[in-house]
C-alpha cells in the first residue's frame, strides 16, 4: 500500500471514527490510532487489503464493538477497605497499608518497558497535568495518550496479575 493510497484513506477513516466514536464513549483520534495500528499490523503479515475503503470500513466497526465491550466490562473498585478505619478516619494502619500499596505500584511501574514506564509515571504525579501537558511533557501526540495509556495499563495488569489475588469470590 503506497503513501498516496494511505492519504486517500485518512479523510474516510476519520469521517467513520466520527461517526462511531459518540457511541462508545471514546475520542475519535483514539479510535482512528487504534484503526491505523491495525492496519499496520495487516499490512504486515498479509499485505495490502483487496478492498482498502471496506476494510478500513469494517476495521472501524470492530474496534468499535471493542471499545464498548471493554467499557462495559471495566468496573472501578470500590473504596479498598483497607482506606478507611471503622470509624470512617484513617488511623497509622491504614495509612501504613496505603503508603506499602502506592511503593509497590511504583516499583511495578519501574519494572514496565521504558516508555509505559515513563507515561505511568507522569499519569500518577501529584501535578494533575492536563493531556495536553502530558503530550509537550514526553514529547507525543495528545491523540496517542489513550491508546498508549490503555496499553501500559494492561502490561502493568498482566504484570501485577500474579502479584495480587484475585478479588472476589473462589471456589
Do not use: K
Not at 118 to 139: K, N, W
Not at 143 to 163: F, K, N, Q
Amino acid at each position: 500500500m503506497t503513501y498516496d493510497m494511505l492519504a486517500a484513506l485518512r479523510p474516510l477513516l476519520t469521517a467513520e471514527a466520527d461517526a462511531e466514536a459518540h457511541a462508545t464513549g471514546t475520542e475519535p483520534a483514539d479510535l482512528e490510532q487504534a484503526v491505523w495500528l491495525r492496519l499496520l499490523e495487516h499490512l504486515a503479515t498479509d499485505g495490502p487489503p483487496l478492498d482498502p475503503q471496506g476494510w478500513l470500513r469494517r476495521a472501524v466497526r470492530a474496534e468499535s464493538r471493542r471499545t464498548r465491550r471493554t467499557a462495559r466490562r471495566e468496573r472501578p473498585y470500590p473504596a479498598d477497605p483497607a482506606d478507611l478505619a471503622d470509624d470512617g478516619e484513617r488511623g497509622p494502619e491504614q495509612i501504613a497499608l496505603t503508603a506499602a500499596r502506592h511503593r509497590a505500584l511504583r516499583e511495578a511501574v519501574r519494572r514496565l518497558p521504558a516508555r509505559c514506564s515513563r507515561l505511568l509515571d507522569v499519569l500518577l504525579s501529584p501535578q494533575d497535568l492536563t493531556y495536553r501537558e502530558i503530550a509537550g511533557e514526553l514529547g507525543i501526540s495528545q491523540g496517542s495518550l489513550g491508546p498508549e495509556r490503555s496499553r501500559c495499563l494492561a502490561c502493568l495488569r498482566r504484570l501485577l496479575r500474579p502479584e495480587v489475588a484475585a478479588r472476589g469470590v473462589r471456589g
